[in-house]
């Protein structure tokens, strides 16, 4: 069965730092799709970056930016230039041909003024 | 183009009573899927709709089921309500294929007293 770890629960960070989140997973499947997720105080999950698995680059969006390592089946996130506006819970994601998501636990990003 | 949108947003129901849930997809996204959030369990997938015919299912009883209708708005129902059904309920639409990426609406809060 596919599953996602996020290791780290809780982070924090000075505005305008950068901060990695770190998730594992474990599938069988060849090929897949990998997306953060962020969800603030709102609870509104909002989609932040997707990273096929056929793709060796990596994702970018903006400030956001993952270093996907399929090999060792490693999806960080790294937060450029943190604002008070990214403090929320950060979700790791997987789907594949089921179209299931399956999600890891969550870290809460803390973005300090 | 509008958001996947859900009604209610906060529901408040006995135990044994029972609960309709509903879903409107972003226009041409024909893929449902529905989530349970709860503190405990975190994001549990309960199942997926699309072109009307259930495609997936979490492991979760036979009290909650669900329906998709042609214009691709999706209910969602749980019968018998237990406490331990109170949760956040997400859903979200896709367009499948070469873009998996599922975008969430803002959940329904459920609470059983």
């Known amino acids: 069965a596919q599953t996602v770890t996020q290791s780290q629960p809780e982070m924090s960070v000075q505005e305008a730092e950068t901060v990695t989140l770190s998730c594992t997973y474990d599938?069988?499947?060849?090929?897949?799709?990998l997306f953060w997720y962020k969800q603030p105080p709102s609870r509104q999950m909002i989609l932040v970056i997707r990273?096929?698995?056929?793709?060796?680059q990596n994702a970018t969006e903006n400030r956001f930016s993952v270093n996907f390592q399929k090999a060792a089946k490693s999806f960080s996130l790294k937060i450029s230039d943190s604002q008070l506006g990214d403090t929320a819970m950060y979700f790791c994601?997987?789907?594949?041909?089921?179209?299931?998501?399956?999600f890891g636990s969550g870290t809460r990003l803390l973005v300090r003024p | 183009k509008a958001g996947v949108t859900q009604t209610p947003r906060y529901l408040i129901k006995t135990r044994g009573q029972q609960v309709t849930l509903s879903c409107s997809p972003i226009?041409?996204?024909?893929?449902v899927s529905w989530y349970q959030q709860t503190p405990g369990q975190g994001l549990q997938f309960l199942f997926e709709?699309?072109?009307?015919?259930?495609?997936n299912k979490g492991n979760f009883p036979g009290r909650f089921s669900g329906r998709q209708f042609s214009n691709s708005r999706s209910e969602m129902n749980v019968s018998t309500l237990e406490l331990g059904d109170s949760a956040l309920y997400l859903c979200?639409?896709?367009?499948?294929?070469?873009?998996?990426?599922?975008?969430f609406g803002p959940g329904t809060r459920l609470t059983v007293t």
């Open positions: 599938t069988s499947e060849s090929n897949y799709y």
């Open positions: 994601a997987f789907v594949d041909s089921s179209y299931k998501l399956i």
């Open positions: 226009s041409g996204h024909r893929s």
């Open positions: 979200a639409s896709s367009l499948r294929g070469s873009s998996p990426e599922q975008y």
């Open positions: 990273q096929e698995a056929y793709k060796q």
């Open positions: 709709y699309f072109s009307e015919t259930q495609r």
